[in-house]
């Protein structure tokens, strides 16, 4: 890739940073933002198998990228269960 990376671009570089830093499975990208300094994307990934899939744990994490699409941070913002909107309580 050249020059700055655009939306289709960051979708790539966010999965992959994702699976990477994480070491999880890639679920989805839940919102993904141009900031003045570069990108804010959130991600969700598979925290935790179970059966039935619909209480499999997804986390939801805020990943920040510099203009050129490095990472630059990244924080957990919430766990919950597939088949729920509501998010779990971390102890």
């Not at 925290?47 to 805020?62: F, N, S, V």
């Not at 919430?78 to 088949?83: A, C």
């Amino acid at each position: 890739m050249t020059g700055k990376p655009s939306l289709k671009d960051m979708l790539r570089i966010a999965r992959t940073s994702a699976e990477d830093l994480l070491g999880k499975r890639f679920e989805s990208i839940s919102s993904i933002s141009k900031t003045e300094g570069g990108w804010i994307v959130n991600v969700e990934v598979l925290e935790r198998r179970a059966i039935p899939d619909t209480q499999d744990i997804i986390g939801r994490y805020e990943m920040t990228f510099d203009e050129n699409g490095e990472i630059t941070s990244y924080r957990r913002m919430e766990l919950r269960h597939r088949g729920s909107l509501e998010r779990i309580e971390e102890e």
